[in-house]
């Protein structure tokens, strides 16, 4: 299991990277202890749908998450991404 400080310099190198304005550095490390606790919740297949989808299918995504009450930025959408890509090259998930 990865240690907050490395993931918060992890986190913050995305930022750098990616121009994110913002990362909410709590929500993350929550999202991430999640997906190390509960990995059976996401499912391969769900896994590399969510990390194939390009921009159009992204904004379908959130559109359908804000329709369900989980409203996300796009910033936030592509935050979510990328940790559970980072867990998935991991080999968390």
Avoid at 19 to 46: G, M, Q, R
Avoid at 48 to 75: C, F, N, V
Wanted: net charge negative.
């Amino acid at each position: 299991m990865m240690d907050k400080e490395i993931f918060e310099d992890i986190m913050n190198h995305a930022a750098d990277q990616f121009n994110w304005w913002f990362t909410p550095i709590d929500d993350s490390w929550e999202l991430w202890n999640e997906i190390c606790a509960k990995p059976h919740d996401y499912p391969e297949d769900v896994v590399e749908a969510i990390l194939s989808m390009d921009a159009q299918e992204r904004l379908l995504w959130r559109t359908e998450l804000a329709e369900k009450g989980y409203e996300m930025t796009p910033m936030q959408v592509d935050q979510y991404i990328y940790i559970i890509q980072l867990a998935s090259e991991g080999g968390v998930l």
